[in-house]
């Protein structure tokens, strides 16, 4: 194909992806995000293209910064960015100065394109200096590959709940992962990553088809040393100040010589050109391990697993004292000592014991041993808000953020990417073990210092007709998601009907040919370039069936629905049915609430209703309200915006001719947090997150508001205080944090 050609197939594919990305279409729409994909698979297999595609999609971005269409920047700056990873070679400098630059004007504009843009910029800085590193350190860090000078390590954990996902889709994506995985071995990675590392470096000068041959014939030991003779290449002159581009190609030129022996310097006949144009070195998908969801303690556990080999670390003392009970083989192990650590409390043993009546006895009898030592944090150490910490930016660059360090000399060197597949309910229960987690961590403080934590959804719904597929009541969270990034929207929302559509076709068993799967590669294109949170705010409800009792505490994320039961409560000495209020029509209910203002100025508000129901949604359907109740990770007023939106289903009584009448109308309300009880002994039943597995029966009184964020012992003791006169200090009148969980999406909020 000329090169003319070449061109404008890729400019009809890069207008296709912006013609999807300026057409609304229906949530979960069929054959949306295609063109990206297409995209990128036309430059895999001619990496010589790649050059094409930047300068087109580097003219597309000019384009849009001048004419202001700011909606299409972030998804063409990701498409760029990830065509730079699978493929460097052929870039010039010029074009890397030219990206460069584009991201630098960037950061004039708010978040969240500044904040993309910064990362981008850093990351174009090192690929240009250093031709390769972005895709030596993709497969390091994803593969779990050893190297002591870039010890990070990422892993997709892909949960599914099976009784929420049929059990086709289940083992549908297990296959599909499993065949992808078999063909990427450490030996197959490594050989990627020298490989692809020297081509970049050497450009035309590099024998890619012989090099290729002489890695498959190597043994695993030679391997291994050209591997780690690769990295520490790229490493070293990554983290100079100065990079010197001639110092770095000498090194590899001495490994590429040392590998293919004076033949590397013999020029190349034209077969060995054809034969090298072919050859295209594959980005690996990241290590996927898959669960079913069936404990709520799944996700600790799988954590704590995934942190256990820590052979490679140099941790200090205190960080290895954290996880004395976390990190055992046996959950449950925990030893208790009952030594006072009182020397005259040891059992009588064999070693020589003074004289009773003797000085040294009557001395040593009122000493202590070294007994059980109780690390002290500093004073002003807590734990923090969030775990996302710095977008990915100690990964990208090498040098671990300063933000990333919890303790002296420990940084966060293990990324969790945790995916979950499934509708509201799946995100429910996430919520679930998110809180669970968080408040684990309060007391153990296990994997906070050492682990990044990433979430990730991608909606699986049970789409029966079309009709339900325009509005999918069990998809309300992806919805708002996509409405509030376009490219979350074309990318993640596709995959729904493509899944479904998997578990259909009937499984291939022929695992020997190269697996060329969309959904795994649109999963691998999710966890790598979606790094930025959308922060949800999580609310707990407390759950009263007896006044006199303590009450049930729940977490729920996206609704709060109540119903009223059929029979009234059994309990003795309930007053008795007033006049003219049929039976079964409602109860009377005592509603107190804080009303949300703009002012955010507390105004309480009591009410007395006859109502059959109430609905609270923390995900409004209208996308003012909606956009602006949750928040991107940059703005200031993140924890400032929590809102309930609540309809109240209430029956209204009125006189006419006939007698009277009862009618029905939903009234709605904003709050911040709401409590309510039934007056007339009439119980009530809950629903958190649309479960049915969640559902509480003989309710009398729920309360619902913001959750606190988990406090530590030390932090609850220091609020607590009391002065000399016994009141509140003013360290107990600040206002507890409210626990946000982040959900990644490409670019945050932008609409």
């Known amino acids: 194909m000329e090169s003319s050609d070449v061109e404008l197939d890729f400019q009809r594919s890069v207008q296709a992806v912006l013609r999807e990305l300026n057409t609304p279409a229906p949530a979960f729409q069929r054959n949306r995000g295609m063109w990206r994909w297409s995209l990128h698979k036309k430059v895999e297999r001619d990496p010589g293209k790649s050059s094409v595609l930047v300068r087109i999609l580097l003219r597309e971005l000019e384009k849009a910064e001048s004419e202001d269409v700011?909606?299409?920047?972030?998804?063409?700056?990701?498409?760029?960015?990830?065509?730079l990873t699978k493929q460097a070679t052929g870039i010039t400098e010029d074009l890397y100065h030219r990206a460069y630059t584009f991201c630098t004007r960037l950061l004039t504009l708010p978040a969240p394109y500044s904040t993309v843009a910064l990362d981008c910029a850093i990351r174009l800085k090192t690929e240009a200096a250093v031709p390769?590193?972005?895709?030596?350190?993709?497969?390091?860090?994803?593969?779990?590959?050893?190297?002591?000078?870039?010890?990070?390590?990422?892993r997709v954990f892909l949960f599914v709940d099976p009784e929420l996902v049929s059990a086709s889709v289940c083992s549908a994506l297990l296959l599909e992962i499993e065949a992808a995985q078999e063909q990427q071995t450490p030996e197959a990675c490594m050989r990627h990553v020298v490989t692809h590392t020297l081509q970049a470096a050497l450009g035309d000068a590099c024998h890619t088809g012989a090099l290729n041959r002489k890695l498959q014939a190597s043994s695993r030991r030679i391997l291994e040393h050209y591997f780690h003779a690769v990295v520490a290449a790229i490493e070293q002159v990554a983290r100079e100040d100065s990079p010197s581009r001639l110092g770095h190609l000498e090194r590899l030129e001495e490994i590429y010589c040392s590998l293919l022996g004076p033949a590397a310097t013999r020029k190349r006949c034209v077969g060995d050109l054809l034969q090298d144009r072919l050859l295209s070195i594959p980005l690996p998908s990241p290590c996927i391990t898959f669960h079913l969801w069936t404990d709520q303690e799944q996700l600790w556990k799988e954590l704590v697993l995934f942190l256990r080999p820590r052979s490679q670390m140099h941790l200090s003392a205190d960080l290895e004292a954290l996880d004395l009970q976390g990190f055992r083989p046996d959950w449950d192990l925990a030893r208790v000592s009952t030594d006072s650590g009182i020397e005259r409390d040891l059992p009588l043993g064999s070693d020589e014991l003074p004289d009773p009546s003797s000085s040294e006895m009557e001395h040593a009898a009122l000493q202590r041993r070294g007994g059980i030592k109780k690390r002290v944090w500093p004073p002003d150490f807590s734990m923090p808000g969030s775990w996302d910490g710095p977008p990915g930016l100690h990964r990208r660059t090498g040098r671990p953020s300063g933000d990333g360090e919890l303790l002296p000399g420990v940084s966060r060197v293990h990324t969790a990417r945790v995916l979950v597949l499934g509708d509201d309910r799946m995100l429910g229960r996430l919520a679930q073990a998110y809180y669970r987690l968080r408040k684990r961590e309060s007391k153990k403080f296990c994997l906070t210092p050492r682990l990044s934590l990433q979430l990730y959804y991608i909606p699986v719904l049970a789409l029966q007709d079309p009709e339900a597929s325009r509005k999918p009541e069990l998809g309300e969270l992806a919805s708002f998601l996509g409405r509030a990034d376009p490219w979350y929207e074309s990318i993640v929302n596709t995959l729904c009907p493509a899944i479904l559509k998997l578990a259909e076709m009937p499984p291939c068993l022929d695992t020997s040919r190269t697996v060329d799967p969309f959904i795994l590669d649109v999963i691998t294109y999710y966890v790598r370039m979606g790094t930025q949170p959308i922060y949800f705010h999580l609310y707990k409800v407390k759950i009263f069936t007896n006044l006199s009792h303590d009450p049930t505490e729940d977490i729920f994320l996206t609704e709060l629905k109540v119903k009223i039961q059929d029979s009234k409560s059994p309990k003795e000495g309930s007053s008795p049915r007033r006049k003219g209020v049929p039976e079964g029509t409602g109860a009377e209910l005592s509603v107190c609430y804080q009303k949300a203002l703009l002012s955010h100025r507390p105004r309480d508000v009591t009410v007395s209703l006859r109502a059959t129901g109430l609905v609270l949604k923390a995900i409004p359907a209208d996308d003012t309200e909606g956009l602006s109740h949750c928040t991107s990770p940059n703005a200031a007023s993140a924890l400032d915006c929590t809102c309930l939106h609540v309809s109240v289903t209430e029956v209204v009584k009125s006189s006419n001719l006939a007698g009277r009448s009862f009618t029905t109308t939903?009234?709605?309300?904003?709050?911040?947090?709401?409590?309510?009880?039934?007056?007339?002994?009439?119980?009530?039943t809950l629903w958190l997150d649309k479960d049915s597995q969640r559902t509480f029966r003989d309710v009398v009184r729920f309360e619902a508001g913001p959750c606190p964020e988990p406090c530590s012992r030390a932090q609850k003791s220091k609020m607590a205080g009391l002065n000399s006169h016994g009141q509140e200090t003013e360290k107990n009148m600040v206002k507890l944090s409210p626990l946000l969980m982040p959900i990644n999406t490409f670019s945050g909020i932008t609409q």
Do not use: C, K, W
């Open 132 to 154: 390769g590193t972005l895709f030596q350190r993709t497969v390091i860090a994803e593969q779990n590959l050893m190297s002591e000078l870039y010890p990070y390590q990422e």
């Open 70 to 83: 700011r909606h299409v920047i972030i998804p063409l700056l990701l498409t760029l960015m990830y065509v």
């Open 666 to 684: 939903t009234n709605t309300f904003r709050t911040s947090s709401i409590q309510v009880q039934s007056q007339d002994q009439r119980l009530l």
